[in-house]
Structures are given as C-alpha cells and as structure tokens.
C-alpha cells in the first residue's frame, strides 16, 4: 500500500548476483506480494536461475502501484460522496426545519388575525345591540309620551263631542 499522493522517492537496484531486485522506498500489500512470487507465466523472459526480468519486474510495479492508488482514490471518492450525502441530508433536514418553524408563524400569525378579526366583530355586535337597545327605549318612551299626549287630547274635546253623543 503505497502512500497516495506521496512524493516518496523509489528505487530499484539489483543485488551482487543480479538474481534479485531491491525496491526501496515502497509498501507492497500482500496481494501484490503473493502474485510477484507467483511462477512465471510462459513467454516471460527469465534471467538466470527463474529471476524476472527488471523492466518487467518494474512495469508489473508501477502496474501494482497504479492499482492500488486507483482502489485508494475509489475508496476516497466513496468517502467524499458519503460525507457530501450526509451534508446535503443535514442541509435539507435543516430548510425542512426552517420551513416547518415558518409555516408555523404564518399559521400563527393568521390564528392572531383571526381571533382579532372574531374580537372587533364581537365588540362592533355589543355596541349595536346596546344601540338597539337604546333605540328601544326612546321608542318606548315616545310611545309612552304620544299615549299620555293622546289621553289629554281626548280629554280636552271630550266636552266638545259629549253632547252629541247623549242624543
């Protein structure tokens, strides 16, 4: 397992024999490992005692090396996305929650309107039915004055009528 994105130096050397090759400066992860002491498929050039050839050995490590960067990058990438996910969810849990708290002011705000509208109507009922009520009792009252008003008439011409009325 190399280190991503270091910029560690590699070397390769051969050893006294030239049967083995040094590389220095690389992590190799056990896969890579067991599939460099795999036997050698047919049509390889050996050296030797069955040795790899070093730009073959080297070729077979950069192609090594390159895919087990592309597997970190991939597993980074999935990291990302799942840390993106997760951000863009809290951020929509949050509009959610934002819109809820302001539906519910508006909600609250229109329940306020309401009742104070309901208020003034109640009040604006009271003062028309004490109007009413007051219309009432003048009513009664000048009934009352023009009854009284109307008895005295027919007392005053009440002489006036009566000698007709004996005949």
Same mark, same amino acid.
């Given at each position: &397992?190399?280190g991503g %994105? ?5 070397t390769? /050397? $051969?050893? #006294?024999? #030239?049967? @083995? ?11 890579? @490992?067991?599939? &460099?002491? /795999?036997?050698?498929?047919?049509g390889r050039?050996?050296?030797?005692s %069955? !040795?790899? +050839?070093?730009d073959?050995?080297?070729?077979? @490590?950069? *192609?090594?090396? $390159?895919?087990e960067r ?13 840390q993106?996910? &997760? ?5 929509? %849990? ?5 819109e ?9 705000? !229109? ?7 309901? *208020? #003034? /109507?109640r ?5 028309? !039915? =004490?109007?009413? #009520?007051?219309?009432? =009792? *003048?009513?009664k ?10 008895? =005295?008439?027919? /007392? ?8 007709? +009325?004996?005949?």
């Open positions: &397992m190399g %994105g270091s910029t560690r130096r590699v390769f /050397e $051969a050893d #006294e024999n #030239e049967n @083995i090759t040094v590389v220095k400066g690389v992590r190799l992860s056990d896969s890579v @490992i067991d599939r &460099m002491k /795999e036997p050698s498929s047919p050039q050996h050296r030797g %069955g !040795a790899v +050839n070093d073959e050995l080297k070729k077979r @490590i950069a *192609e090594e090396l $390159a895919l592309a597997r970190r990058d991939s597993e980074a990438q999935k990291r990302r996305l799942k993106e996910q &997760m951000f863009v969810r809290d951020e929509f %849990g949050k509009l959610l929650e934002r809820r708290i302001s539906s519910n002011e508006h909600l609250t705000r !229109a329940i306020l309107r309401e009742r104070a509208a309901t *208020e #003034e /109507e009040q604006k009922a009271q003062r028309f !039915a =004490r109007q009413l #009520e007051e219309k009432d =009792r *003048e009513l009252k000048h009934d009352a004055y023009y009854k009284e008003q109307l008895a =005295r008439l027919e /007392e005053r011409v009440k002489p006036f009528f009566s000698p007709f +009325n004996e005949e």
